[in-house]
């Protein structure tokens, strides 16, 4: 374990910037916080944290995968992505952390997804224990320790200091390229903080409710429950807790015609959008009941099923605070408990 | 009021007048009210509410549900009055299959607002008009209720309701006090580069997520333009700035007129973004050009942009106020 004194932070990031691309949460003008680049007089925002997820770095709202330039019979196929930096992404929760190991499941795994896996080769990520979560955290229920983040390396800010220490080989690299600045030390104050935060996890208004229900009960019995009627039937389908999500992962692809060639580019898609299954034949979900209850099968059901009892969900709280109607997993996951 | 509210609805169900009640529905705090749709006196003793935290507009639901079986009841608060009316107007509501009853609105409680005053982790809270108790995880906070509204309710337009079968209790005036156009007075002070660089700056913001399109009970076509897969782009993000541009200003123009000035677009989005004050704007200039009107307000006046008459203002106007000939 490593430490800084807090009023070296600055100079802490101008180090980092000076090597290589930096994000940190930044506040907006009217206080909700969002990443943006490190430059010169940057300050780390306070908030818990972005209303954005930290999946834009790794699989951002758009992508562009190829241009297709078309000469007579011939079609020549330009690969023209730039990702190649390395950047760091500082201050990512413990959450948001684990959300990256979800997506890695779907991304790298054969056939693997070359766009997120350059980013994920560029990308250091340094995570922020929390110290102050809101109602709405239920990262707990996930496993995740909120006070113990996962990450390339995981940062804890007391009063005073900010301790650092590395949890992968990624991350040992990246103490090392700024030792210069750290003073090595023991755990004491970060086990204290620990001890402290771990004292207000267990009080958050979810950290009991239970997840049992979807592993006891089958997928068809899920499927067919008569709760996702009332559930969804105020749900507006906007589709803002998918783009909130930092686990939600569909995407469509598309070719835009500019004339001379084409641009193929793929961008988030939301299973909560009445055409997400349209196809040739028609569409397979019809309702908004099907669309919504597809969301929170996916995370719940479906994607457990298929990655060893891992659910998609990591208790960030975003879709909690973000829907417009406030309808959410956490409702799902009580209304099925409850039966 | 909350009781007065669910003895009424159980009446109404009961003597057969209605077969469903369309309300809120308490959540895991005070705050996360979500609209629903209630069968029995059951259901309402479970879960129906009406505070200080039921902000979600309702009136674009009876949309659908006033095509469904039978009679059902609503409760509107008065801006949600507007809405329904412009509904009713535009063919969209059927009203004979609606009961109103209209209900008092002294202002919505925003969590966003409370929560931007740096309280965290709100776990409960109780208004009793006036101030509003905040219980937290870290302690209890009391703040007087004037200063947790929400853009919508800060700037209210009315507390008149227009359309209703029954009341409870007594029925407000509307707000003519002009303070709602201020900002957007603001705005029309700047140059064009300043207005531009604040939309720019506020766009820039938005992720898509249709939140504001989809609660807005102006936009209820049944396939929106930004969902046609033969537009040749994707239109699930703003690929570049201006696409961000394009999205609001079509969905803002293709509201104007009939924007009641809810608000509701605002108060959802997820980016903060002051998006009200866009259709704001026009309601500014319509009231200019062609004498005060206000979407939603009767069912008979005709819409001025969807109206010709000798009086109409000429371009010209445009001129006078420094646009180019
Ligand atoms: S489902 Fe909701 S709580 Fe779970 S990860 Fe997604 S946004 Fe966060
Ligand atoms: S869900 Fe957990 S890790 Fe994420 S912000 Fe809340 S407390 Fe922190
Ligand atoms: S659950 Fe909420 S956020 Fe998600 S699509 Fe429905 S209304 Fe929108
Ligand atoms: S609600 Fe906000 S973020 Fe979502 S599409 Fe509308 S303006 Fe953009
Ligand atoms: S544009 Fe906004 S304020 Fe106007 S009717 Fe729609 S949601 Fe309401």
């Known amino acids: 374990m490593f430490r800084l004194p807090a009023d070296k932070l600055n100079e802490f990031f101008a180090a980092i910037a000076s090597a290589q691309s930096l994000y940190i949460p930044v506040d907006g003008d009217d206080g909700r916080a969002s990443y943006k680049k490190w430059t010169e007089g940057t300050a780390l925002s306070k908030a818990l944290n972005t209303v954005r997820s930290a999946k834009d770095f790794f699989f951002p709202q758009t992508t562009d995968i190829c241009d297709f330039n078309m000469n007579g019979k011939n079609i020549e196929i330009i690969d023209n992505r730039t990702e190649s930096e390395d950047f760091v992404i500082f201050g990512v929760r413990a959450c948001d952390a684990r959300s990256f190991t979800i997506l890695d499941k779907v991304f790298l795994a054969e056939p693997i997804d070359t766009y997120y896996a350059t980013r994920r080769e560029h990308g250091t990520v340094i995570t922020m224990a929390c110290t102050e979560p809101e109602e709405n955290c239920f990262c707990g229920v996930f496993g995740i320790d909120a006070a113990a983040p996962e990450g390339d390396a995981a940062c804890w800010m007391t009063e005073d200091s900010l301790y650092i220490k590395a949890n992968t080989e990624k991350g040992e690299k990246f103490i090392e390229s700024i030792k210069s600045m750290l003073e090595e030390c023991d755990s004491s104050a970060v086990d204290a903080q620990k001890a402290k935060t771990k004292e207000i996890l267990e009080k958050l208004p979810f950290a009991n409710v239970s997840t049992d229900y979807f592993r006891k009960n089958t997928l068809l019995d899920i499927?067919?429950?008569?709760?996702?009627?009332?559930?969804s039937e105020s749900c507006l389908g906007c589709g803002t807790c998918t783009f909130v999500c930092p686990t939600c992962q569909c995407y469509d692809i598309k070719d835009y015609d500019t004339g001379h060639g084409i641009k193929r580019y793929r961008t988030w898609d939301s299973c909560m959008y009445s055409d997400f299954t349209r196809m040739a034949h028609g569409n397979s979900r019809n309702s908004q009941v099907e669309r919504f209850r597809q969301r929170f099968m996916h995370k719940l059901v479906y994607f457990p099923d298929n990655n060893n009892g891992e659910f998609g969900c990591v208790g960030c709280g975003r879709c909690l605070s973000r829907c417009p109607i406030s309808m959410n997993i956490i409702k799902v996951i009580k209304t099925f408990g409850e039966e | 009021m909350q009781e007065a509210v669910i003895k009424r609805a159980k009446e109404l169900l009961a003597d057969g007048s209605?077969?469903?009640?369309?309300?809120?529905?308490?959540?895991?705090?005070?705050?996360?009210?979500?609209?629903?749709?209630?069968t029995s006196a059951e259901e309402l003793d479970a879960g129906f509410i009406?505070?200080?935290?039921?902000?979600?507009?309702?009136?674009?639901?009876?949309?659908?549900?006033?095509?469904?079986?039978?009679?059902?009841?609503?409760f509107l608060k008065p801006c949600d009055t507007y809405s329904f009316n412009q509904l009713v107007k535009e063919h969209r509501i059927i009203r004979e299959n609606v009961y109103i009853i209209a209900v008092p609105c002294t202002g919505k409680v925003d969590v966003d607002t409370v929560k931007s005053k740096g309280i965290k982790g709100i776990t409960g809270m109780t208004s009793d008009g006036e101030n509003v108790t905040i219980t937290t995880l870290y302690g209890e906070k009391t703040m007087p209720k004037s200063e947790t509204l929400g853009d919508k309710c800060r700037t209210c337009k009315s507390k008149k309701h227009v359309i209703f079968d029954e009341i409870i209790g007594d029925d407000g005036e509307v707000n003519t006090d002009g303070a709602r156009f201020e900002l957007v007075e603001k705005l029309e002070m700047m140059t064009p580069d300043e207005r531009y660089d604040f939309w720019r700056n506020e766009l820039s913001k938005c992720i898509r997520c249709n939140a504001c399109?989809?609660?807005?009970?102006?936009?209820?076509?049944?396939?929106?333009?930004?969902?046609?897969?033969?537009?040749?782009?994707?239109?699930?993000?703003?690929?570049?700035?201006?696409?961000?541009?394009?999205?609001?200003?079509?969905?803002s123009f293709h509201v104007a007129g009939r924007c009641t000035d809810c608000g509701e677009c605002t108060r959802v989005c997820p980016q903060n973004i002051p998006l009200h004050l866009i259709n704001r704007k026009y309601i500014k200039d319509i009231n200019e050009f062609y004498g005060d009107y206000q979407a939603g307000s009767d069912l008979e006046t005709r819409a001025p942009l969807n109206d010709y008459t000798f009086d109409d203002c000429e371009p010209s106007i445009v001129y006078k106020r420094g646009g180019n000939e």
């Not at chain 2, 009406?50 to 609503?74: Q, T």
């Not at chain 2, 609660?215 to 703003?238: K, L, M």
């Open chain 2, 213 to 251: 399109r989809n609660v807005c009970p102006a936009c209820t076509c049944e396939s929106c333009v930004f969902d046609n897969p033969n537009s040749g782009i994707q239109q699930r993000a703003a690929t570049d700035s201006f696409e961000e541009n394009m999205f609001h200003l079509i969905r």
């Open chain 1, 223 to 231: 499927f067919g429950s008569e709760h996702w009627k009332k559930l």
């Open chain 2, 18 to 38: 209605v077969n469903r009640v369309v309300g809120w529905k308490a959540g895991e705090f005070a705050y996360d009210t979500t609209p629903a749709v209630f």
């Open chain 2, 50 to 74: 009406y505070n200080d935290f039921c902000a979600p507009n309702l009136s674009k639901y009876i949309i659908k549900e006033s095509r469904k079986e039978g009679k059902l009841l609503v």
